[in-house]
C-alpha cells in the first residue's frame, strides 16, 4: 500500500529540539519532491517547508525560517525534519506529503511547553 508514516514527535521545552521522521512504503520517494506540514488548534494546516527530489530546498514558511531543517534520505526511503530553538507557537500536528497526494496520514504531534 502506498503511504507516508510520521514519526518522532513529542513533548519538548521551549529551545529544545526535535527530529522528524517520514517513512514512505509502496513507492520510491526519489523522484518526488516533497513537503512538511503543520497544523495547530483552531488554524489552517500550512506548509512549513520543501525539498525538491534532489535535495535542494524550495522554501520554509517565515517562521520556522533559520530554525528548521529538511532533509531527506532515498536510499532509506525516509523524509526528516530537524527542529531546532523550539518555541510554544510551534505546537502543532506535523505532516508529511507530495504535491497533489491523495490523502493525508495521521500526522506526529509535537508539543512544545514547560
Known amino acids: 500500500q502506498v503511504q507516508l508514516v510520521e514519526s518522532g514527535g513529542g513533548l519538548v521545552q521551549p529551545g529544545g529540539s526535535l527530529r522528524l521522521s517520514c517513512a514512505a512504503s509502496g513507492f520510491a520517494i526519489s523522484r518526488y519532491e516533497l513537503n512538511w506540514y503543520r497544523q495547530s488548534p483552531g488554524k489552517e494546516r500550512e506548509l512549513v517547508a520543501t525539498i525538491t527530489s534532489v535535495g535542494g530546498i524550495r522554501s520554509f514558511a517565515d517562521s520556522v525560517k533559520g530554525r528548521f531543517t529538511i532533509s531527506r534520505d532515498n536510499t532509506k526511503n525516509t523524509l526528516y525534519l530537524q527542529m531546532n530553538n523550539l518555541r510554544p507557537e510551534d505546537t502543532a500536528v506535523y505532516y508529511c506529503?507530495?504535491?497533489?497526494?491523495?490523502?493525508w496520514g495521521q500526522g506526529t504531534q509535537v508539543t512544545v511547553s514547560s
Open positions: 506529503n507530495a504535491p497533489y497526494w491523495h490523502s
